[in-house]
Each structure stands twice: as C-alpha cells, then as structure tokens.
C-alpha cells in the first residue's frame, strides 16, 4: 500500500522558515518522483516543486523559485521542503505526492498517490 505523510506545517512569520518533511512508503522510491503542492483558500491545487527520487533532478514553480528548496533522503524514504522567506501568500494546505519519474511534472493529473495534507499559515 502506498502511503505518503506529510508533516511540519504550522504557523510562521513573514520572512520566516519552516521545513516540511514527506516520509513515504510502499513504492520504490528511486522509480519515482515526488511532488509538492498546494492549495489556498478558494484556490486551486498548485504543483509547487518536484524531485527525482532516482538522481535527485528538481523542478520548480515560478512562485517558489529561489525561495523553496526540495531535497530527499534515499535512506530515510523522505522527500523535504524547505522553505525561506516566506510570504502570506504561501499559506495553504500542503501535499506531497508521488508520481511517474520521467516526466517530472507539476500537474496533478499524473500524480495519483496523495497525502493527507499539512497546514501552514503564514502572517505578520
């Protein structure tokens, strides 16, 4: 059974950091990739970066470029992301997702495994 959960959300500042950890199991990680998405209130769900879980390629949102950073632990079966200066703007609940490695994709049609989701709230 595959099974993704998500932790580490919560509430920070503005400017900020928090760091989201996604422990995964069921899968062979390294046939994979994992994703990282989001949704806002009244929004809809944004693929916000994702990971080779072979040889660690990352891609990126425009909206979170430079500012989020997603890395993984083999090992550990976990995928993190970190994320630095944060904005209001990044609230959301939080998902990480598994999906077919080739393509690497920040669309959600190819990711068919999901976690529960992790709140963060971000204010001044």
């Known amino acids: 059974e595959v099974q993704l959960v998500e932790s580490g959300g919560g509430w920070m500042r503005t400017g900020g950091s928090l760091r989201l950890s996604c422990a995964t199991s069921?899968?062979?990680?390294?046939?994979?990739?994992i994703a990282w998405f989001r949704q806002a209130p009244g929004k809809e769900r944004e693929g916000i970066t994702a990971?080779?879980?072979?040889?660690?390629?990352?891609k990126y949102a425009d909206s979170v470029l430079g500012r989020f950073t997603i890395s993984k632990d083999n090992a550990k079966r976990t995928v993190y992301l970190q994320m630095d200066s944060l904005e209001p703007d990044d609230t959301g609940v939080y998902y990480c997702a598994v999906g077919p490695l080739l393509l690497l994709s920040l669309s959600e049609k190819w990711y068919h495994y999901w976690g529960q989701g992790t709140q963060v709230s971000v204010s001044s």
């Open positions: 069921g899968f062979i990680f390294d046939e994979n990739a």
């Open positions: 990971i080779s879980g072979s040889n660690g390629v990352t």
